[in-house]
């Protein structure tokens, strides 16, 4: 067999894999495919249209690529709904911590009205979405701006949630899959919802159901890391349905 029609046949196996279970492990696809991961990661390479590896495992092309102003138009609905429900466990006196993302705005504006809460964001549209709400004590962590995310990179961002009681830290996510966790695209968004993670006394994180077995760059957090996972539409059965059980929470209309 030439090295181009076994490269062929590892090309047509990751294509099946990644369209019938998700993205797929490197290590895994080595072994399944009697080759090294360095074989793997050359017929990735050499495949930019079709494939890409992302935090060690084979994913579609693109799919590690996001924009906020391409992501903020997909999904609207679902969105719409993960962020009702978010807002409906807001207690009044709250000090919450609302992630950057396309999916957290809709809780920003969803916010009960007369309720005071104080925000904290590392995102500059959850913040113009608050900042002319007289009920909120709004928090804008500042630092090198991304606008591919529309997020801030904060220094030492421990030191800066640590004044803060946060009752909830509603987080978003990129990706949600059982064994990798919660992921997203950026790395320098890592450390801040690490850090918002452990200031606060529940985590929520607020996903849409397109995400469920998608695996992006960089991980974050492990399933059992949050109280309550709100989706919609409803995932149906899944692996990730299954590691959270009761914890999971579809949002209806």
């Known amino acids: 067999m030439s090295n181009e029609t076994g490269r062929e046949e590892r090309w047509r196996w990751l294509a099946e894999t990644i369209a019938a279970s998700g993205p797929c492990r490197l290590t895994e696809a080595a072994e399944a495919l009697g080759?090294?991961?360095?074989?793997?990661?050359?017929?990735?390479?050499s495949a930019p249209d079709r494939f890409a590896i992302l935090g060690g495992f084979v994913v579609r092309a693109g799919q590690g690529t996001y924009r906020i102003e391409r992501e903020q138009d997909v999904h609207v609905v679902a969105k719409e709904r993960i962020g009702a429900r978010a807002?409906?466990?807001?207690?009044?006196?709250?000090?919450?911590?609302?992630?950057?993302?396309?999916?957290?705005?809709h809780l920003a504006r969803r916010l009960p009205a007369g309720m005071r809460l104080t925000v904290v964001t590392n995102g500059l549209n959850i913040a113009n979405a608050l900042a002319d709400n007289p009920r909120v004590e709004l928090v804008l962590l500042g630092g090198f701006y991304h606008a591919s995310s529309a997020s801030f990179e904060v220094a030492e961002p421990e030191r800066a949630l640590a004044r803060f009681g946060l009752a909830t830290a509603f987080l978003s996510a990129g990706g949600l899959q059982a064994k990798r966790g919660a992921s997203c695209s950026y790395f320098h968004e890592v450390?801040?919802?690490?850090?918002?993670?452990?200031?606060?006394?529940?985590?929520?994180?607020?996903?849409?159901?397109?995400?469920?077995?998608?695996?992006k760059r960089a991980a974050f957090a492990r399933l059992a890391e949050f109280e309550d996972v709100i989706t919609a539409p409803d995932p149906g059965s899944g692996p990730e349905a299954e590691a959270l059980g009761e914890r999971l929470i579809v949002a209806g209309p």
Request: aromatic content about 4%; glycine content about 6%; hydrophobic content about 50%.
């Open 35 to 45: 080759c090294s991961s360095m074989t793997i990661r050359r017929d990735v390479a």
């Open 87 to 105: 807002a409906s466990l807001l207690r009044d006196g709250d000090a919450i911590f609302i992630d950057c993302g396309a999916t957290t705005p």
């Open 191 to 215: 450390a801040v919802k690490r850090a918002a993670m452990e200031a606060a006394a529940s985590r929520c994180l607020l996903v849409d159901a397109s995400k469920f077995g998608v695996v």
